[in-house]
């Protein structure tokens, strides 16, 4: 059972928009930053949203994140086949004092 | 080019012990916080441990609290995961990724197996 609650799978066609939600508590996500990954099987997983909201170098504009209160959410638009992964959130916790992720989403590009 | 390369994984068997190697290159690892994350087979990702950029603080999920340690060796720009006690629930993918939770985990490793089996 995950700190961070994420819904196991979403779905939708090749460019339409998907958003990933990502439900903590006041300990970790109603304090802290969020930040949003991106795993395809068998490759290191590769880091797209941090300090919320702010895309890395080389992210596309089509990923864009968002936290409101205790919650965070990780959007894609314009979907393409090689959006296809699993997408976890993450922060650090501070009454457990540990990082934590969110259970994972399953994107399937339709 | 920026690269952490991990090393050191197998099979072992339960009660055994491991040491994973993280390899840096194209950076300077004691500039940075490190991290170990894994991945037990068709599970997420699961946040084990971190260390601080001098070495002197570090934490541990509670389930690795006591048995696994992490390090570091400036001199040789390694990271280490000191692996003790093994269980088979140990049994994971472990990356090691550099960076906080606010800046984001932003380099990670292509991941070493450890497997924990009689």
């Known amino acids: 059972q995950s700190v961070l609650t994420q819904p196991p799978s979403v779905s939708a066609a090749p460019g339409q928009k998907v958003s990933i939600s990502c439900s903590g508590s006041s300990s970790n996500i109603g304090k802290y930053y969020v930040s949003w990954y991106q795993h395809l099987p068998g490759t290191a997983p590769k880091l797209l949203i941090y300090e919320s909201y702010k895309r890395p170098s080389g992210i596309p504009d089509r990923f864009s994140g968002s936290k409101s209160g205790t919650s965070a959410t990780l959007g894609i638009t314009g979907l393409q086949a090689g959006d296809e992964a699993d997408y976890y959130c993450g922060t650090w916790d501070f009454s457990l004092s540990v990082g934590v992720f969110g259970g994972g989403t399953k994107l399937t590009v339709l | ?118």
């Not at chain 2, 491991?18 to 004691?30: E, I, K, P, V, W």
């Not at chain 2, 037990?40 to 001098?54: C, F, H, N």
């Not at chain 2, 993918?93 to 984001?104: E, I, K």
């Open chain 2, 1 to 118: 080019e920026v690269q952490l390369v991990e090393s050191g994984g197998g099979l072992v068997q339960p009660g055994g012990s491991l040491r994973l190697s993280c390899a840096a290159s194209g950076f300077t690892l004691s500039s940075y916080w490190m991290n170990w994350v894994r991945q037990a087979p068709e599970k997420g990702l699961v946040w084990v441990s971190r260390i601080s950029t001098d070495g002197t603080d570090t934490d541990y999920a509670d389930s690795v609290k006591g048995r696994l340690t992490i390090s570091r060796d400036s001199a040789k720009n390694t990271l280490y995961l000191q692996m003790n006690g093994l269980r088979a629930e140990d049994t994971a993918v472990y990356y090691c990724a550099r960076g906080t939770w606010q800046n984001g985990l932003d380099v990670w490793g292509q991941g070493t197996t450890v497997t924990v089996s009689s």
